[in-house]
């Protein structure tokens, strides 16, 4: 597998000079199997400049197809589609998976991002590829292509966001943004699903000084990230979705302070990288 | 009376390095007078910046009333409402205006934005004060000292342009808006391009006629005109059912109402820093060319004009 991040904010883009080297888009992964299988996580601001870039290929020629899995359909997640310019040319095609709440209610929210008081696009039916819609049940096994997708409801806040496990030869790359854990850390249904990743994307929002003051909203702190990794025995952990308000200077100091997280908690042998855009790992 | 940029880029938010000069936040101004309550026209992601300043002062004790002026709905124009500080502390008030709609509460449009599964946080869950208040094109109201009008513009589902004066001083936000002359925007969804300069229908062209003539009359007499110039000729030749403009349909407005002061403003979010340099020096180019000495300068985050009694 071969990842890319496009896009590594949280809550809202966050464009000015102090956020050049990290970025300001928000979330939106890029997964490549082996054999070309494309998998997007995430549908933040990131997912405009993946979607410039594939138009290079066989999405430039309407014979592209993709999976996009949803952690959850706050803003920052789906803000991107919109601007995604494979989804304007006649024969490619995506299938979403994800859930909100209740049967159908994912495509309604979709839907109603694109209604004409917010978006001129008017309706998904308007885009010229194929768009289809799918409820994704946790815990349950899918199979496209050479990849196996697994997906757990993790808490964030009022609501849930799902974690996703993607596995190709026996190597999982776990995705797990907007997670807030209930004061005694991650369920054990958690950690068996992260359990020895290969690479694990986690939410690093906030220090855990400002996780204190915003525990409400549903967001990790590097502590929390690197408390999950030792504990689930992952082999990197990759930091991500960052506070807007975190300048570069911050996310460094915030990758320093995870590292020494990481030792404190008996995970020296973890690598850590922070997540920026362009930044590409390989499983 | 200060005029301040704090987003100037349309569509969607822009980061990295290619505009760090010019900024990639989504459109808000903020229009302060003299003495008196800030007044903010559009509520794109600059608008938590402005926001968090804002907090920093009267509005950081709940003492403050903003008033926020929304050209349209799209995201670009309300996506930082969510992130304004003062709508999370208590006495606050924030007034929020817009058009009117046809059959559907102006609060109900706002509120979708925050409710599940959008964000985590619902209007009624805001600590401030926030009232909604519905125009009419044409109206005209005051705020504190200031003088406010609106008129429609040639937009997708329909978009206002504000004129506010106070201080001695008019400013005139028109964004966004295609030019008035080969496709009439209103609440149909246009699927195919039309051809720029083929015929309109003699109704559609009257009501575009009537639209542009409207907004010239309210510009008279302004000292500055804040314009949508997302578009290069070409892209305008592409996309006429977008509702954008180029910089000499601004120009043109500028130069039948007899404004001084042109802002180019929306800028297209591809548009890197050095197009947007050589977009204002062709501009300025085509004003020495026309001899009409209008000033032209290209919105930038951070720029700020004092008009009127103020003025240096």
């Given at each position: ?8 904010r949280?809550?809202?883009p ?49 014979r592209?197809h ?6 959850h ?7 991107g ?6 989804v ?9 998976w ?14 109603g ?114 408390a ?38 008996g995970?020296?042998?973890?690598e850590l ?11 | ?44 992601t ?7 300043e ?77 009232e ?24 997708p ?18 964004s966004?808006?295609a030019?008035?002359s ?11 391009p ?8 003699p ?14 009359e ?38 039948d ?14 548009r ?16 020495r ?24």
């Amino acid at each position: 597998m071969k990842i890319r991040f496009w896009g590594v904010r949280g809550s809202i883009p966050s464009p000015g000079p102090d956020t050049n080297r990290y970025g300001g888009n928000t979330s939106c992964v890029s997964v490549r199997a082996a054999d070309g299988t494309l998998v997007i996580l995430d549908m933040g601001t990131g997912l405009m400049h993946l979607g410039n870039e594939l138009l290079a290929g066989e999405f430039g020629a309407g014979r592209g197809h993709a999976t996009i899995l949803l952690s959850h359909s706050h803003w920052d997640h789906i803000q991107g589609l919109g601007f995604f310019a494979p989804v304007f040319v006649g024969g490619n095609a995506f299938a979403l998976w994800g859930r909100a709440g209740a049967p159908g209610r994912l495509e309604v929210a979709l839907e109603g991002q694109m209604n004409p008081n917010y978006s001129p696009l008017y309706t998904l039916r308007n885009l010229g590829a194929t768009f289809t819609v799918h409820e994704l049940e946790v815990e349950r096994t899918v199979e496209v292509g050479p990849l196996r997708i697994r997906a757990h409801a993790n808490p964030h806040g009022n609501t849930t966001a799902l974690a996703f496990r993607i596995e190709e030869d026996g190597r999982a790359l776990v995705y797990a943004s907007d997670v807030g854990y209930p004061e005694g850390g991650p369920s054990a249904a958690c950690v068996a699903f992260y359990r020895g990743a290969h690479t694990l994307i986690h939410d690093t929002t906030y220090t855990p000084a400002d996780q204190v003051a915003r525990r409400a909203r549903g967001f990790s702190s590097y502590e929390d990230a690197a408390a999950a990794a030792v504990t689930a025995g992952v082999g990197r952990l990759a930091m991500f979705h960052y506070d807007q308000d975190y300048g570069d200077a911050d996310v460094d100091a915030l990758r320093d302070a995870c590292r020494a997280a990481l030792d404190a908690r008996g995970g020296a042998g973890i690598e850590l990288v922070a997540a920026a855009e362009g930044l590409e790992l390989e499983i | 009376m200060r005029v301040r940029f704090w987003g100037v880029r349309g569509s969607i938010p822009m980061p990295g390095p290619t505009t760090n000069r010019y900024g990639g936040n989504t459109s808000c101004v903020e229009v302060r007078p003299a003495s008196g309550d800030p007044i903010i026209i559009d509520a794109g992601t600059g608008l938590r910046r402005l926001g968090k300043e804002l907090a920093a002062g009267v509005f950081g004790d709940g003492g403050g009333t903003a008033h926020v002026l929304i050209s349209h709905t799209h995201w670009d124009h309300i996506q930082g409402l969510p992130f304004f500080a003062p709508l999370y502390r208590a006495g606050n008030q924030v007034h929020v205006y817009a058009r009117q709609r046809e059959n559907q509460h102006l609060r109900t449009v706002f509120a979708t934005q925050t409710d599940a599964p959008y964000f985590p946080v619902p209007l009624d869950a805001l600590q401030a004060s926030l009232e909604f208040r519905g125009l009419v094109e044409g109206e005209a109201f005051t705020i504190g000292a200031a003088q406010v009008r609106c008129t429609r513009l040639n937009h997708p589902w329909v978009a206002m342009a504000y004129r506010v004066d106070v201080d001695g001083a008019g400013v005139v936000y028109a964004s966004d808006t295609a030019p008035f002359s080969d496709v009439l925007l209103e609440h149909d969804f246009i699927k195919t391009p039309p051809v720029v300069g083929a015929p309109l229908a003699p109704d559609g062209e009257r009501q575009l006629q009537r639209m542009r003539a409207s907004l010239v009359e309210m510009c008279r007499g302004a000292d500055l005109l804040i314009y949508d110039t997302q578009f290069t000729p070409e892209e305008y030749r592409q996309r006429p059912h977008w509702g954008h403009s180029t910089p000499d349909d601004a120009l043109a407005i500028a130069r039948d109402a007899g404004v001084p002061r042109l802002c180019l403003y929306h800028h297209a979010p591809a548009r890197t820093d050095d197009q947007l340099d050589a977009v204002l020096e062709a501009c300025r180019a085509g004003v020495r060319a026309a001899g009409t000495g209008i000033e032209v300068l290209a919105a930038y985050e951070g720029l700020e004009l004092v008009l009127g009694e103020d003025a240096p």
